[in-house]
């Protein structure tokens, strides 16, 4: 039987695992923290769970061909979201419910945009033709080269040409004429770990995602039942975890990885490698690459990093859904100077997810989990995040007022999660939470590659290899570098 290794247990890596094993292979995977799953975690604390990162599921149907594709029916049980979110501006009291359906859309924000539902209408068609021109030739795609790369560009109609020279912001307000909306439509930017001022318009298509392809979908019994499910298949099929283990260095003869090492200093021994590990990072930091040097690191473009405050609130929050997000007036200017500042603004911009606002069982009769995310600077721009106390009270403060609701003197559960402890949980790139940014010059052929430069059985999977971040994303990245693997190395059986 063939050995595979993996180094990581992200959503990327359990997703291979899977096909791996259909394939006949025998898999370990190594993971540096103590629990599978990457940044698709769990807190537990004194009766309240916390989904630690992501607590949006989007492109629901990778989910479902993961599961079909290995012969499996989906144990994943989701429930479409409709309104979608909704979003708090700064000096009003009112919460902007963002519906699927168009005509309470236009209804909710009747006094803020005329023909509201008719300018959404034509804004995703645009959105959702580019969508369907390039997901199969372009982002679904492994590339040989950069030739093979620009030949499959070249496939896509010259019509979407505009997306790629102007930037998120520029094509809404283009579209839309009320500052708000603007702003609303532009949000996902923010869920690529970017501002819509970094990022290509080409990612409007995002909103063709959320509002009509697919939508956004909870979980039921919470974001890690994923994790817990493809463990439990995983387990079934023999694969063997190692936690608490983190792989430092390779051993190679011939072109060929032969062993990795952990800290411990054993050697693990397999036919293919698979790294789950920062595609980007893992080349610079365990293969000493050059090109990955910190140097060349620092000056890639990164996603934001995150700033998380799980709460076990003692009462119901009434104003609150389950997931909201609440802005400041300046957006322009917030959005500007949260990627390179080293000082936080006193008026943070930041979501908050309830999830025990649909599953019960995530926090104690009577009370509330929340989830506070507040993307900052990843490390390069601040280094120290000794002042992290400081920050979560003054988002608490703000969310207290912006609530009604005393959420400091109700607190029953506080931990909080800078920068430092997401890099050192996980190993990301100077605490960055999506891991590479998605500028034109980091997608494609030009993001690191799923396959090794000098080594032909070592490969890798997840957010910073192709196509990208989010977690069908990394659903994707699992089933195109599945489909190198069969074509180098055959199946087993
Ligand atoms: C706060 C936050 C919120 C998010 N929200 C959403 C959301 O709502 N929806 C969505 O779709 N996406 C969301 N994302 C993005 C999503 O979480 C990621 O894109 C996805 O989970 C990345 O998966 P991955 O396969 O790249 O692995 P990762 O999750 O990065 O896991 C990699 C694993 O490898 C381990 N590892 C690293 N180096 C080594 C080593 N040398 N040895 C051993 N182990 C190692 C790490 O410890 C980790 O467990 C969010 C991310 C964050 C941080």
Known sequence: MKKALLIGSGLGSL???????????????????????????????????????????????????????????????????????????????????????????????????????????????????????????????????????????????????????????????????????????????????????????IFSLLNYTEMKHDGYWKVEGGMYRLVEELIKILEQRGVKFVYDTEIVSVENSNGKVISVKDNYGKSWEADIFISNSDAAAFRGKVLGRKKFSEEKLDKME?????????????????????????????????????????????????????????????????CENLFILCPVPDRRFKKDWDDKDEIADNIISDLSARTGFDIKSNTLVKKVLSPVEWEEMFNLYKGSGLGLAHGIGQVGAFRPKNKDEEFSNLYYVGASTIPGTGLPMVIISSRLVMERIRKEHGSVQ
């Open 15 to 201: 997703s291979t695992a899977l096909r791996l094993t259909s394939d006949g292979y025998s898999v370990t995977i190594i993971e540096k923290y103590s629990t599978p799953g990457g940044r698709l975690n769990q807190l537990k604390i004194d009766g309240f769970t916390f989904d630690l990162g992501p607590s949006f599921m989007s492109m629901s149907y990778e989910l479902e061909e993961l599961f079909k594709s290995n012969g499996l029916k989906n144990p994943i049980r989701l429930e479409a979201l409709d309104p979608l979110y909704q979003v708090f501006f700064e000096g009003n009291d009112r919460g902007y419910k963002i519906w699927k359906d168009l005509k309470k859309l236009e209804e909710e924000f009747k006094d803020e945009e005329k023909n509201l539902a008719s300018k959404v209408e034509k804004y995703l068609k645009k959105a959702g033709e580019f969508f369907h021109d390039t997901e199969d030739k372009v982002v679904k795609s492994n590339y040989t080269n950069m030739a093979d790369y620009i030949l499959k560009l070249t496939r896509v109609p010259l019509k979407h040409l505009p997306y790629l020279l102007r930037n998120m912001w520029s094509e809404v307000e283009k579209n839309f004429e009320s500052e708000k909306v603007r702003v609303i439509f532009s949000l996902v930017a923010f869920f690529l770990g970017s501002t819509p001022f970094q990022t290509p318009a």
């Open 302 to 366: 990164w996603t934001l990093a995150p700033f998380t405050i799980y709460l076990g609130v003692k009462g119901k929050i009434d104003k609150l859904m389950h997931h909201n997000y609440f802005l400041g007036s300046n957006f322009r200017g917030y959005a500007d100077k949260i990627f390179t500042s080293s000082i936080i603004p006193q008026k943070p911009y930041y979501y908050v997810n309830v999830s025990s606002k649909s599953v019960r069982e995530c926090a104690p009769e009577g």
